[in-house]
């Protein structure tokens, strides 16, 4: 297998590292010098050349990613299928799979679960609509970026689904344990394949365990088609009743009884976010495949329970999910000339998407979870005022700007801006924020409106959260209503379902009863330091009950966090509570080391200095627990295992959340282990892995006569060991007893 390192292709792609190594395939790191860019190329192992089912499995992954473009799936930048090399380049994402935060994390906090199950349904959505169905979707394809960003990656085995409708090969295809029943039969696969396998990740992200495992794959396969999986609340009883029900609904055997689509998953996912305590009735009604849904709604006693039926679910869905997300799809090209639909692009991969303005408090709270707060890293600047600047000409291509800022942008219809120019952006001009942060721009351009949704009885500060992050000028009218609790929507002007343009007006009503005079938003103290705090707060009448600290290479002692949140609805004597940085972060990493090869030397290096030098009975343990600090932006971690490279790693202390990239895995074995062996099967087994140069010597022991109980050198040294080093068997002989035998035994 030829290694690439060093090389150049197509005297334009300079390869720099190996960074993945796959079944078919090994993906480099490299430099493209046409485009000034790093990338990453993924090349076709030189084995699998001549096999035409893996030639084509790689072209028809190139084929799928070409004709996708979503802030949430890797983009495809150039192909190359030529006799002695087939090459595809991609976008070069630094993070880490989904399945690794998985196994760091053990169980996903639910609400992180939903932000990102918003991004990979999104992205599934969009590859769906192109006519493209993944097969094999699982963590290890899911990429996890340092700002929470989702990539799906690895369309290898993906189709057409227009166009073939059995695998190639008539079995099943993708990894066991995500497959749907249907793969695991070699049966006709659709866009219901994907979504059973979203059940399985969604299944192992909130319980920490995969639905179904055995001792081979072909067990696992019968247990996809005939096992019904744990319910995953028996499991994690911290679950909400409509999470367990999405996810079961995600995995039913039938593809009949599953979601309709990727739009119809996102819709739940969608209504689980806005009410946590929902609860779904899957009881089946079917018209045109469509199940009766009921939906719990919260509301005071007087407001009965609502009862929605979808009679078409698939068209409902997709009515809905556009609406949810029209500056993500179709609608805007149909508006914006291509050079700006490519800048769009650009300016999504530059930062989080849409879904981060929706589950900001997600967000928040995910990076918190480990004490890494990602909205405060780095220096603190101002932001400018964009407002009214056309992106094009003015901010796209400018210096300064990119130099300080990543840049998000969104297309969307505006009554009285400017086509192409800002007319929002967020954060404010003025606001401080660190140094490379995401600026979301907000481009004005003509089109249809948007609908505004029905928000009746839920929280006004969600109404508000959302109409904001859909562009629109929110303003809020109290009213005393005993029919609703206070702080829940009654409704809004325009009404729910009017279609208005962004930038405009929308009233909410809500019930404030008493209150009404009494409530006022919660403030924004974020950044400031303890005392500015409490200054800010005690002048409107709030109390800070406590403060506590939390890993964060802010400035020590400023608030990362606050609750309740900026803009929740507050009254004089509330009580407050800041979570404040402790100026330091400190880097976890669990890696897998080699097991039963007795007790290894573990060292761990950071920079080249020895940070830690342990002895582990590798008979017991298999992980090793990588703990440190650092304020570098390009640390470099290493872990030798008996003075032999073994893992290694780069980290950047200064940016939140921490974490590895650029990993890699040096390979490592170890001596053969012959203890325990009769030693005529031992030397037979030493000289079959070349070693020639064997002495045998013999000593009393109470082991069987023959059995080697020692040897040397141990079997813990690695394969560096020459074939040509003499290897010393110690092999039990019987012990021989004094002349005064009896006397002996009887008086030891």
Same mark, same amino acid.
């Given at each position: 297998m030829e290694n690439y390192v060093g090389k150049r292709l197509d005297g334009r792609y300079e390869i720099h590292?190996?960074?993945?190594?796959?079944?078919?395939?090994?993906?480099?790191?490299?430099?493209?010098?046409?485009?000034?860019?790093?990338?990453?190329?993924?090349?076709?192992?030189?084995?699998?050349?001549?096999?035409?089912?893996?030639?084509?499995?790689?072209?028809?992954?190139?084929?799928?990613?070409?004709?996708?473009?979503?802030?949430?799936?890797?983009?495809?930048?150039?192909?190359s299928f030529g006799d002695r090399l087939q090459y595809i380049v991609m976008e070069y994402i630094e993070g880490i799979t989904l399945k690794e935060y998985i196994e760091e994390r053990g169980v996903i906090d639910w609400k992180e679960a939903l932000f990102f199950m918003n991004q990979i349904l999104k992205a599934l959505q969009h590859a769906h609509d192109k006519g493209i169905v993944?097969?094999?979707?699982?963590?290890?394809?899911?990429?996890?970026?340092?700002?929470?960003?989702?990539?799906?990656?690895?369309?290898?085995?993906?189709?057409?689904?227009?166009?073939?409708?059995?695998?190639?090969?008539?079995?099943?295809?993708?990894?066991?344990?995500?497959?749907?029943?249907?793969?695991?039969?070699?049966?006709?696969?659709?866009?219901?394949?994907?979504?059973?396998s979203m059940g399985i990740l969604l299944y192992e992200m909130l319980t920490g365990k995969l639905p179904f495992e055995a001792d081979s794959a072909v067990s696992v396969a019968l247990m996809q088609v005939n096992k019904n999986a744990i319910p995953p609340r028996k499991i994690n009883p911290n679950i909400p009743v409509g999470f367990e029900q999405i996810t079961m609904k995600a995995m039913q055997k039938n593809p009949r009884d599953r979601y309709c689509s990727a739009a119809e998953f996102l819709m739940d996912i969608e209504d689980l976010r806005r009410n946590p305590d929902i609860k779904f009735d899957y009881r089946t009604v079917f018209v045109d495949d469509a199940p009766t849904r009921f939906v719990n709604k919260v509301t005071s006693p007087e407001v009965p329970t609502q009862v929605i039926k979808t009679v078409s679910p698939s068209a409902d869905a997709r009515?809905?999910?556009?609406?949810?997300?029209?500056?993500?799809?179709?609608?805007?090209?149909?508006?914006?000339?291509?050079?700006?639909?490519?800048? @769009?692009? $650009?300016? &999504?991969?530059?930062? *989080? /998407?849409?879904?981060?303005?929706?589950?900001?408090?997600?967000?928040?709270?995910?990076?918190?979870?480990?004490?890494?707060?990602?909205?405060?890293?780095? @220096?603190? $600047?101002? &932001?400018?005022?964009? *407002? /009214?600047?056309?992106?094009?000409?003015?901010?796209?291509?400018?210096?300064?700007?990119?130099?300080?800022?990543?840049?998000?942008?969104?297309?969307?219809?505006?009554?009285?801006?400017?086509?192409?120019?800002?007319?929002?952006?967020?954060?404010?001009?003025?606001?401080?924020?660190?140094?490379?942060?995401?600026?979301?721009?907000?481009?004005?351009?003509?089109?249809?409106?948007?609908?505004?949704?029905?928000?009746?009885?839920?929280?006004?500060?969600?109404?508000?959260n959302t109409l904001e992050s859909m562009g629109f000028r929110v303003t809020l009218e109290p009213v005393n209503d005993d029919k609703y609790e206070i702080g829940e929507v009654i409704k809004t002007n325009p009404a729910a379902g009017s279609s208005i343009f962004a930038g405009s007006d929308v009233t909410i009503y809500y019930s404030a009863n008493e209150d009404a005079g009494k409530l006022f938003k919660m403030p924004d103290v974020s950044g400031k330091t303890e005392a500015e705090a409490k200054k800010i707060l005690e002048k409107q009448g709030l109390k800070v009950s406590k403060s506590e600290y939390v890993d964060s290479t802010i400035e020590k002692g400023r608030v990362v966090m606050q609750s309740p949140a900026e803009g929740s609805p507050v009254k004089e004597g509330d009580k407050v509570i800041l979570t404040l940085s402790s100026g330091e972060v400190v880097f976890n990493k669990t890696i897998d080391i080699p097991s039963k090869v007795g007790t290894v030397n573990v060292k761990l290096y950071v920079d080249e200095k020895l940070v830690s030098d342990n002895s582990i009975d590798t008979n017991s343990v298999n992980k090793y627990?990588?703990?440190?600090?650092?304020?570098?932006?390009?640390?470099?971690?290493?872990?030798?295992?008996?003075?032999?490279?073994?893992?290694?790693?780069?980290?950047?202390?200064?940016?939140?959340?921490?974490?590895?990239?650029?990993?890699?895995?040096?390979?490592?074995?170890?001596?053969?282990?012959?203890?325990?062996?009769d030693v005529v099967a031992a030397q037979e087994k030493l000289k079959q892995a070349g070693y020639n140069n064997i002495t045998v010597f013999e000593l009393p022991s109470n082991e069987p006569e023959g059995t080697v109980i020692q040897q040397n050198p141990p079997h813990s040294t690695t394969t560096n060991l020459d074939k040509a080093s003499a290897i010393i068997l110690y092999v039990a002989a019987p012990q021989e007893l004094p002349d005064d035998t009896e006397q002996n035994i009887e008086n030891p």
């Open positions: 590292d190996v960074i993945g190594v796959g079944g078919m395939a090994i993906v480099y790191k490299a430099y493209d010098n046409i485009d000034d860019r790093i990338v990453a190329v993924k090349i076709l192992k030189e084995e699998y050349l001549a096999n035409e089912e893996f030639r084509r499995r790689f072209k028809n992954e190139s084929k799928a990613i070409a004709v996708l473009s979503h802030p949430n799936i890797v983009k495809v930048f150039d192909v993944h097969r094999d979707i699982k963590p290890q394809n899911i990429m996890l970026l340092e700002n929470g960003t989702i990539k799906v990656a690895d369309f290898g085995i993906a189709r057409f689904s227009h166009g073939e409708t059995k695998t190639m090969t008539e079995k099943a295809i993708g990894s066991v344990h995500y497959i749907s029943p249907e793969q695991a039969k070699g049966e006709p696969t659709d866009e219901k394949a994907d979504i059973y009515a809905r999910f556009d609406e949810a997300n029209a500056q993500d799809y179709e609608p805007v090209q149909d508006v914006i000339p291509e050079k700006r639909i490519n800048t @769009k692009v $650009i300016g &999504v991969v530059a930062g *989080i /998407g849409f879904a981060v303005l929706v589950f900001l408090v997600v967000l928040i709270a995910m990076f918190l979870k480990d004490g890494v707060p990602a909205l405060f890293v780095g @220096k603190k $600047i101002e &932001v400018d005022n964009f *407002i /009214g600047m056309n992106y094009i000409d003015e901010i796209e291509n400018n210096e300064e700007f990119n130099e300080r800022f990543n840049f998000e942008i969104s297309y969307e219809s505006f009554s009285d801006g400017k086509e192409g120019c800002v007319f929002k952006q967020d954060p404010k001009a003025g606001t401080e924020v660190p140094t490379g942060y995401t600026i979301r721009l907000y481009i004005a351009t003509s089109g249809e409106g948007q609908i505004v949704p029905d928000f009746e009885g839920e929280n006004y500060q969600e109404a508000v627990t990588i703990q440190t600090k650092g304020d570098s932006a390009a640390s470099k971690i290493k872990v030798y295992i008996n003075d032999n490279p073994y893992y290694e790693c780069s980290v950047n202390f200064t940016r939140e959340p921490v974490s590895a990239t650029n990993e890699r895995y040096y390979s490592l074995s170890f001596y053969i282990d012959v203890r325990g062996m």
